[in-house]
């Protein structure tokens, strides 16, 4: 068993940065794919990025390719998402994920233990 706890949301300008953090504890954090989601009102979850348990391994969607940034820590069993250059589309609850198993997997199904989220909220 995995707990995660999102913290770091917050409403920012068009344009701005946020930082997410994922902080686990329970199972040994080194050994699971990390995973950020995000999901706005009337929209499906959508797979932000992933991180392999190395670090030597990431995804990224279209949408955050080149503005958002995942990485770990896994002496402090954190994840964390540095956000740059943000839109009123990545408006949106922030969830972070551990995948158990294999490669990074694309989608929610494969990832088994969930945060409760945070906000995001960018103005324009």
């Known amino acids: 068993q995995v707990q995660l706890v999102e913290s770091g949301g917050g409403l920012v300008q068009a344009g701005g940065s946020l930082r997410l953090s994922c902080a686990a504890s329970?199972?040994?954090?080194?050994?699971?794919?990390m995973g950020w989601f995000r999901q706005a009102p009337g929209k499906e979850r959508e797979h932000v990025t992933a991180?392999?348990?190395?670090?030597?391994?990431?995804y990224y969607s279209d949408s955050v390719k080149g503005r958002f940034t995942i990485s770990r820590d896994n002496a402090k069993n954190t994840v964390y998402l540095q956000m740059n250059s943000l839109q009123p589309e990545d408006t949106a609850v922030y969830y972070c994920?551990?995948?158990?198993?294999?490669?990074?997997?694309?989608?929610?199904?494969?990832?088994?233990?969930w945060g409760q989220g945070t906000q995001v909220t960018v103005s324009s």
């Open positions: 994920a551990a995948q158990e198993n294999g490669g990074i997997g694309l989608g929610a199904r494969f990832y088994k233990y």
């Open positions: 329970g199972r040994t954090f080194i050994r699971y794919i």
């Open positions: 991180i392999s348990w190395t670090g030597g391994s990431t």
